[in-house]
C-alpha cells in the first residue's frame, strides 16, 4: 500500500509539474545600473557574468561589422524582392542569382541569372521603388568599389543626403542600428533607444540561455511592457527585438525584430530575420528577410518584401 501511494504522489508531483510550467523554471529579477532585467533559470543555475553580458550586448557593433565585411570579400548570392498593392497582389518582382569578386582591394559583381517583372526599374535602370534601391545598395555593386574595411570602431554613422538617398541611410541606420538613437528622424529619433532610463520604463528585457540552430547562445529579448497605457503605447517604437549571441564571443549569430510607428508625416511597419554564419572567422550575414508597408509624405506607399539568402563565401584574389 506505501508503494501505491508513493507511485500516486509521484505522478501526482508529474501532473503539477507539467500544468504549472513556472514550478520548474523560476526567472530572477535583477536591478543593473538602476536598470531592471529579468533573468532566466539558465543563466542563474550556471552562474553566467550576467553584468558582462549584458554591457557587452549594449556595446554591441559585430552586427554592424559582419554587413561591412561583405565588403571586403568574395560571394555569392539569391536575391528576391516583390513589390505588392494595397490587396497583397505582386506590382513588381525581381529574382537574380549575382556573385561579387573581390580582387585585390576592389570589388565588383556579376549578374549570373536575373528575372524581372512589373514596373521595378525606370527605362534609364534604375528603381521605381526605395525597397529595391535599398536592397541594391546593400547588396549589389555597381561598377568597380575599392578601398573598403569592415573596421567600425571609433566609426559614427551620419545619415548624409536628401530625399531618396537620405531616406535609405535612415532605413540602412535602422537595419544595421536596431534599439539605437537615431538622429535626423523627426519625431522618432530618441524613441528607437532601447537602453536610455526612458526606454526602460516602456519595455520589459530578459536574458536567457537556449539552442540556437544547434549551438547554445544567449537570447535577449526585448518588448513593450504589458501594462503600458495608451500614452505611453504612443511612445514604442520597437514592437519586440530578439537577438541571439555567441556565448564565447558575444557576437549576434541572428536577430528578430519588429519596428512600427504612427506620425503626422510618415508611418512604417518593418519586420526583419537575420541569420549570420562564420567565414574565415569572421561573422557574415546568412539570411536576411525583410518585409515593409510605410509610407513617406510626397512618396507614394510602399509594400514589400526581399530575401537575400549568402553563399560560396571567398577571400577573392590578392
Not at 570602431?153 to 541611410?169: L, P, V, W
Not at 537556449?210 to 549551438?215: A, I, L, Q
Amino acid at each position: 500500500m506505501s508503494n501505491l501511494k508513493s507511485y500516486k504522489g509521484f505522478i501526482a508531483a508529474l501532473f503539477c509539474l507539467a500544468i504549472h510550467p513556472a514550478i520548474q523554471a523560476q526567472d530572477t529579477a535583477i536591478i543593473e545600473n538602476g536598470e531592471k532585467y529579468t533573468l532566466t533559470e539558465a543563466v542563474v543555475r550556471n552562474h553566467f557574468d550576467y553584468k558582462e553580458v549584458l554591457k557587452k550586448i549594449k556595446e554591441d557593433t559585430s552586427f554592424y561589422k559582419a554587413f561591412k565585411t561583405l565588403r571586403t570579400i568574395g560571394y555569392s548570392s539569391y536575391n528576391h524582392i516583390e513589390m505588392k498593392d494595397k490587396n497583397g497582389v505582386m506590382q513588381a518582382s525581381l529574382n537574380s542569382k549575382s556573385k561579387q569578386n573581390h580582387i585585390g582591394a576592389c570589388r565588383t559583381m556579376e549578374v549570373l541569372e536575373e528575372k524581372i517583372t512589373g514596373d521595378l526599374r525606370k527605362a534609364d535602370g534604375s528603381y521605381n521603388y526605395i525597397t529595391p534601391s535599398l536592397y541594391a545598395s546593400l547588396f549589389f555593386t555597381k561598377g568597380t568599389i575599392c578601398g573598403e574595411t569592415n573596421i567600425v570602431k571609433g566609426k559614427k554613422r551620419e545619415i548624409t543626403g536628401s530625399g531618396i538617398e537620405k531616406a535609405k541611410e535612415q532605413l540602412k541606420m535602422l537595419f544595421f542600428n536596431p534599439g539605437k538613437r537615431i538622429a535626423g528622424i523627426p519625431f522618432i529619433g530618441d524613441k528607437l533607444d532601447l537602453y536610455d532610463e526612458t526606454a526602460h520604463e516602456l519595455y520589459d528585457y530578459k536574458l536567457d540561455y537556449t539552442d540556437y540552430h544547434g549551438m547554445m547562445a544567449y537570447v535577449f529579448d526585448i518588448q513593450p511592457k504589458e501594462t503600458l497605457n495608451f500614452l505611453d503605447k504612443s511612445q514604442v517604437v520597437v514592437d519586440q527585438m530578439i537577438t541571439w549571441f555567441n556565448p564565447k564571443t558575444l557576437e549576434v549569430l541572428g536577430r528578430n525584430y519588429s519596428l512600427s510607428y504612427r506620425a503626422g508625416l510618415y508611418d512604417f511597419n518593418v519586420q526583419m530575420e537575420v541569420e549570420m554564419t562564420y567565414f574565415n572567422g569572421q561573422l557574415v550575414p546568412k539570411v536576411l528577410r525583410y518585409k515593409g508597408n510605410w509610407d513617406i509624405i510626397l512618396k507614394k506607399r510602399e509594400r514589400g518584401l526581399f530575401t537575400a539568402t549568402l553563399f560560396d563565401y571567398n577571400v577573392g584574389e590578392k
